[in-house]
């Protein structure tokens, strides 16, 4: 019995148990109630019954025997006395004296609506004795019939001492219809009011226990950079007031621990790193004076060393996650430039090829931080797959969806989860040649994470694993079909604004001066005194997939040495949106885009 019940508790909960418990106790409570009261009905109206059917046989029993006719003849006092009555009595008498010979019952009087015959009841009592007959049916004069009780008492007529029964018949339907009724509000009130209890029951069971709901959903989103934050303490001190402070003292405890444990790894991390640095930069100055038999020993332990630098790196950025975020730099990157860096990018992990097919995406975000997500999932890939290493990336709506596929083992559905936990590593990556922590897909997800993306783990085209890292894309400021190249206008060309000190000696201009006509608005004192013009910079373009338009010169009557200045340069003009990042051309600043002069 035990065993059904816990299954019961288990599925249903605490509400529904609590509300089920009450609504059965209830219903027991109910029913036996129910019962009672309806056979206490009926027997408390059948005494009542009888009762009035005593009184009612008494009375006439004595009202004869008093023989208030003035005869000595028991028949016509019974006859007189039981003459226009409206109710059923009836008077008995047995003419044969012979105790030994049958009785010879006759009726001697009976009120109006009973016949003569039949008798409504062939029982006879001494004097003072009473009978009961709880449940029979009679024949009124009218031929009908009815369900009554008799009750049958014995009386002696003392001028000829003959013994005479009355019998008193009171109908039973009133009192059926009663429990009847009874029985029907019952067997409809008891399931309504066990429905009532139960449902009262679920309500205030769910109001009780709201409080633990509120100290469970707090608990549910709290992790591991939320162990600050306390559950809500009820104003009732109760079990479950103790039970909310007592939560919270072990949460207390828990953040005590994981802050002593933080700390500790950023300071052991951070005190490794100088030690870590003597260490490489002796074997990197001892590898120099050893024979070749020393010189693999020593770089080996290079190897090593580099391990566990990029450890340590790795438990430094983790650490400062934890204590303030990763806090990224807010800039557009070119996300197919890091995704291409991966194509020739030599790796000491396996033997793969990687093949990289990207299209141009731009995201808002830091592009270390980015760069080493992406070389995290790729080395990732590198250490499990067979042969080939797949990255593609490309723009879902909203997102820019880099995808990094191996044909290696893959993860399974069990551990997908988990493989983005800190110091997770596989069964099968335990190997020390693998040479992973089990920190870089930990760094992938807290990278994600901070840029408001997403990573996750499925099944690889190629036959492994298959990791997608969504980025939210950013919009782009200058729409490609806006600029007209075929209205015979010369196109826009960045021009450096740099002063004289920042350029190269190739770079520098000479100063010549220009035909007034041509430029009007210029100042010559301006030239004099050395301030350079703005000049163009000729930018490269490497690996173009389509060829850049250049300006068609223009026809003049006398060139001016400003436009042979700008010939032997050779500017290449580019549109708005193509131009590579400022900061790999002009480390001052921005370039301005203007429009060159006429």
Do not use: C
Request: aromatic fraction near 4%; avoid cysteine.
């Amino acid at each position: 019995m035990t065993r059904p019940l816990r299954w019961l508790r288990a599925r249903l909960g605490v509400r529904v148990a609590s509300a089920l418990a009450a609504a059965v106790t209830v219903a027991v409570v109910l029913v036996i109630a129910g019962a009672g009261l309806v056979l206490g009905l009926d027997a408390l109206l059948k005494m009542q019954l009888q009762n009035t059917a005593v009184q009612q046989a008494t009375q006439l029993g004595e009202r004869i025997a008093a023989n208030f006719a003035g005869e000595a003849d028991v028949k016509r006092n019974a006859v007189v006395a039981t003459g226009k009555r409206s109710d059923y009595v009836e008077v008995l008498t047995d003419y044969n004296e012979d105790p030994d010979q049958p009785p010879d019952i006759q009726n001697i009087g009976s009120s109006d609506p009973l016949p003569a015959s039949p008798l409504l009841a062939d029982v006879l009592a001494d004097p003072d004795e009473v009978k009961v007959v709880d449940s029979t049916w009679i024949t009124l004069d009218e031929g009908k019939r009815a369900e009554v009780m008799i009750i049958a008492k014995g009386f002696e007529f003392p001028p000829t001492g003959q013994h005479f029964t009355v019998l008193a018949a009171q109908p039973v339907d009133f009192l059926h219809r009663a429990v009847q009724t009874v029985m029907v509000m019952v067997v409809i009130g008891v399931p309504v009011l066990v429905l009532l209890v139960g449902g009262a029951t679920y309500l205030f069971a769910g109001r009780a226990l709201r409080p633990i709901e509120a100290m469970r959903a707090r608990v549910a989103r709290l992790t591991d950079r939320d162990l600050g934050q306390r559950v809500p303490v009820p104003p009732a001190q109760d079990e479950v007031g103790r039970l909310a402070e007592t939560m919270n003292q072990m949460l207390a405890r828990l953040e005590g621990a994981q802050t002593t444990q933080r700390r500790f790894v950023a300071d052991a991390s951070h005190e490794l790193r100088s030690p870590l640095a003597t260490i490489a930069s002796g074997l990197e100055l001892l590898a120099g004076s050893v024979d070749d038999a020393d010189r693999q020993t020593v770089g080996t332990l290079r190897g090593e060393m580099s391990r566990l630098h990029r450890l340590i790196d790795g438990l430094l950025l983790l650490a400062r996650s934890d204590e303030r975020g990763l806090q990224p730099n807010r800039e557009d990157v070119d996300l197919d430039e890091i995704v291409e860096s991966e194509r020739g990018r030599p790796s000491s992990i396996g033997e793969a090829v990687t093949e990289v097919r990207a299209v141009p995406v731009r995201v808002l975000g830091d592009r270390a931080q980015l760069i080493r997500a992406v070389r995290n999932l790729v080395d990732n890939a590198h250490r499990h797959a067979r042969s080939r290493v797949l990255v593609t990336l490309a723009a879902e709506g909203p997102w820019a969806v880099v995808d990094v596929e191996d044909d290696g083992p893959g993860v399974p559905v069990a551990d997908r989860a988990r493989v983005f936990e800190r110091f997770v590593r596989l069964d099968e990556a335990r190997a020390r040649s693998d040479g992973g922590a089990g920190l870089g897909l930990a760094i992938v997800s807290e990278i994600v994470a901070v840029h408001d993306g997403s990573v996750e783990v499925g099944d690889s085209t190629l036959g492994g694993a298959a990791f997608r890292l969504r980025i939210p894309l950013v919009e782009a400021g200058v729409d490609e079909s806006d600029v007209d190249e075929g209205d015979g206008a010369e196109p826009q060309v960045l021009l450096d604004d740099r002063p004289p000190g920042f350029r190269g000696a190739a770079e520098a201009p000479a100063e010549v001066a220009e035909d007034p006509a041509e430029s009007p608005t210029e100042d010559p004192a301006e030239d004099a005194a050395g301030d350079p013009v703005t000049a163009p910079i000729p930018i490269p373009v490497a690996h173009a997939t389509e060829p850049v338009p250049r300006p068609s010169p223009r026809p003049r009557a006398r060139p001016a040495p400003r436009e042979e200045m700008l010939r032997s340069f050779r500017p290449v003009p580019i549109r708005l949106g193509d131009a590579p990042s400022p900061a790999d051309v002009n480390p001052t600043g921005p370039i301005p885009t203007v429009t060159p002069r006429r």
